[in-house]
């Protein structure tokens, strides 16, 4: 089994510094329960639901405080995967983002998900112009009002799958509202290709399969845990969620494709926005070709220093 040092650098030449950190992280946090975890970054309680400023829309947030002295008004935005909710499954990834870098605040905005969990779902009106624009508009304006309402002016976006593009739909939608956004990271988005649905949802479910050997490799045994909690008890549910009007609306949108073009949307409205695009080789979801053409093309337009 690799060291954790040993598999990022196998992924990707980072540097040092971050090898280290996250190296670190992994260390401390595998030493403990996620239980003793969520004790100790203050998240025991879970996440929040909370009203927009628009007052119409309910968003599922866990805020991760820094313990120091902190800009209270910047803040790292991490979107979650379609009707995922902010799990222990998802909050645990989340740690070891936080404490791979403890310094900015981290916010978790959950999608909706099972019957019953609510929040961060559009209207009908607002599903059918989803579909009809191919705009995630309404699936982030409840996000940039959060933001506003809360006073902050400065974000990071990241977020993997369709979290991805909504992260980089916030990206744009926020320049609306005076909120910068210094840097994207685009994980393996969803809407990398244009598909049809039957295609999309083969791709969503072959992610499915290569899982259970990822989760190993991080030999973390609280994130092990959490997992398959999340596992036995969330299948069902997952994909009853999967067939909520909000995620129909999503999953009819993103199959039209349209990365490449909203990235590019987002990198004219923020004249400070660095961009890291990541995708794996043998993606299921964002295939090798497709993304290293939309990442050509894209550091052809705004240079390699910002893609």
Known sequence: MMTTQERLRQYYPFTEEIVGQVADAALRQNRKSFQELADQYGIADGPQIVEAADGKHTLEVLSVIPQQDYDASTARVYHTPMANPVSPNMAMRALRLFGSDPSVQLLVIGNPSIPG???????????????RSGSLEACVAPVV?????????????????????????????????????THGVYIEPASAVKRRMPALAKAFSETNEPMARYIQQTESEPYSKVREQDSALGLVGYAAGLLRVSNIAIATTIK?????????EAMKSQEDLEVT???????????????????????????????
């Open 145 to 181: 009002s959060y933001l506003g309402k809360r006073a902050i002016t400065k974000t990071q976006q990241l977020g993997y799958s369709y979290g991805a593009d909504k992260a980089v739909a916030t990206t744009r939608h926020a320049s609306d509202r005076g909120i910068g956004v």
């Open 117 to 131: 969990h609510g929040a961060g779902k559009t209207t009908l009106k607002e599903s059918l112009a989803m579909m």
């Open 277 to 307: 695009v990541g995708w794996g080789s043998l993606s299921e979801l964002a295939p090798d070709d497709a993304m290293t053409q939309v990442v050509a093309e894209l550091q052809s337009k705004y240079g390699a220093q910002r893609i």
């Open 256 to 264: 039209q494709g349209g990365f490449i073009q909203r990235v590019d």
